[in-house]
C-alpha cells in the first residue's frame, strides 16, 4: 500500500508541477479529459482510491493523523460529488479553465507541495 501512495504523492506533484510550467497546457488536458464524458467517474474514483490508501497506510505515515484527516476528506469528496452532478460539476470546471495562468500556477505549486508531502511523509 506505501508503494501506492507514493505513487499517487509523485503523480500529484508531477501535475503540479505540469500546472506551474504550462497552466494552458494543465487546463487544456483538463478539457480533453472532461469532453470524454469520464470526468465525474474519474474523479469520483481517484478520490475514494486516494482516501482508502490514505486511511490505510496512515499508521505507517510520519503524521497519522493528518493522513488520517486527510483520507476522510477524500473519501467524503467522492460520496458527495455525483450529488453535486455533471452538470455543476461542469460548470465548475468551466469557471477554473477561464482563471488566469497565475492562478493555476498557484494551484499547481499547491499541488506539487502536497504531492512532495505524501511522499516526504511516507518515504
Known amino acids: ?8 504523492g509523485v503523480l500529484i506533484a508531477a501535475i503540479g508541477l505540469y ?7 494543465l487546463i487544456g488536458q483538463l478539457q480533453k479529459l472532461w469532453a470524454t464524458g469520464a470526468g465525474l467517474i474519474t474523479a469520483v474514483l481517484v478520490r475514494l482510491a486516494m482516501g482508502v490508501l490514505l486511511l490505510l497506510t496512515a499508521p505507517e505515515a510520519l503524521h497519522p493523523q ?13 460520496v458527495a460529488l455525483p450529488f453535486v452532478g455533471n452538470e455543476r460539476l461542469g460548470r465548475l470546471i468551466a469557471w477554473w479553465c477561464d482563471q488566469s495562468p497565475t ?6 505549486a499547491l499541488a506539487f507541495a502536497f504531492g512532495a508531502y505524501m511522499v516526504y511523509a511516507i518515504a
Open 19 to 25: 500546472g506551474l510550467a504550462q497552466p494552458m497546457g
Open 66 to 78: 493528518v493522513f488520517q484527516a486527510l483520507g476522510l476528506i477524500a473519501i467524503v469528496a467522492a
Open 1 to 8: 500500500m506505501t508503494i501506492l501512495v507514493l505513487l499517487f
Open 103 to 108: 492562478l493555476i500556477r498557484v494551484q499547481g
